[in-house]
């Protein structure tokens, strides 16, 4: 059995055999077919899939922008629900900060519930003066400094990491008829908030330029922490992802969203995911 193989069998193996505590199962025995960390049962999550960080989000976005909606997982305070948007099923469901944290959703959704275009929502920092703060940005290729691409491909490969072409064109398209700008580009996935990539002598700064300078001058347009794990994933699995994201912060100018500026600069990208995902 090689590694896939042995991720698919324990993911499978969790959701038939052991009991999950979480708020629908704890003390009993758990339906037929569910995961570790969603604990919902096969058929209450759609194939099409939001996903924002922010458990608060999920929430607001199901109420906000779904009908009929059912919270499916509140494990951990990951929420999850299951709603309509113009007569079709979508489900939302929050994936916590990081890469780590996201593949755990990412796996389940995928493995366990058939999950097939799945688009992130998300903030990120602007770090290019051709980003301003609260624009909408959809990541066309994400670029890492974390690991997990080379646990896939070992030395061998740098492999490029890139939306769904099908997804991309249909979100750009939906932003120009919605009359919301969106810019499209590369960004950073990192795996540290709080590093020291904007100074001289940080970690891959050479005395002379930091290394978000070179980032920048390569046209990276912001920083997030997810997006790699969701292109890898979608690529591994043959299933369609986009990740688009609102400006919530700015590494140059140092300004910041307010809580409020946040929420409404993210409708428009919510509204841009959403007719996305139903096409
Ligand atoms: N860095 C990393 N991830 C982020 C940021 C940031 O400044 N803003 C939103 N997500």
């Known amino acids: 059995m090689n590694r896939r193989e042995f991720l698919k069998f324990a993911a499978f193996t969790a959701a038939n055999f052991i009991l999950i505590p979480n708020s629908h199962t704890f003390g ?3 339906d037929s077919m569910s995961s570790i960390h969603i604990g919902a049962k096969v058929g209450e999550i759609a194939e099409r899939v939001l996903l924002p960080g922010d458990p608060v989000r999920a ?4 109420e906000n922008f779904l009908t009929n909606v059912h919270q499916y997982t509140a494990i951990r305070n990951i929420f999850g629900f299951t709603g309509t948007y ?8 929050a994936t916590g900060m990081g890469i780590p944290s996201i593949s755990i959703y990412l796996h389940e959704l995928i493995h366990v519930y058939g999950a097939k275009k799945l688009i992130r929502v998300g903030t990120c920092g602007g770090m290019n003066e051709k980003l301003h703060l609260r624009d909408v940005l959809i990541a066309q290729g994400s670029s890492t400094d974390s690991s997990i691409v080379k646990q896939t491909f070992g030395d061998a490969v740098n492999f490029s990491l890139l939306a769904d072409f099908d997804l991309l064109r249909k979100a750009v398209n939906v932003a120009e008829r919605l009359k919301l700008p969106v810019k499209v580009g590369n960004v950073i996935c990192t795996d540290l ?8 002598n940080g970690t891959f700064g050479d005395g002379k330029n930091t290394f978000n300078d070179k980032l920048r001058r390569h046209g990276i347009l912001a920083v997030e922490m997810e997006s790699a794990a ?5 690529a591994a699995e043959n299933v369609q992802a986009l990740a688009i994201f609102t ?6 100018t140092k300004e910041f969203c307010t809580a409020e500026e946040r929420q409404s600069s993210f409708n428009d990208m919510i509204k841009i995911a959403l007719e996305t995902i139903i096409q």
Do not use: M, R, W
């Open 230 to 234: 969701l292109y890898l994933t979608a």
């Open 247 to 252: 400006v919530s912060d700015h590494l140059l």
């Open 193 to 200: 908030f709080y590093n020291d990539y904007d100074d001289i």
């Open 59 to 62: 929430k607001n976005i199901a």
């Open 86 to 93: 113009k007569g079709e099923k979508v489900s939302v469901q």
């Open 28 to 30: 009993k025995e758990p």
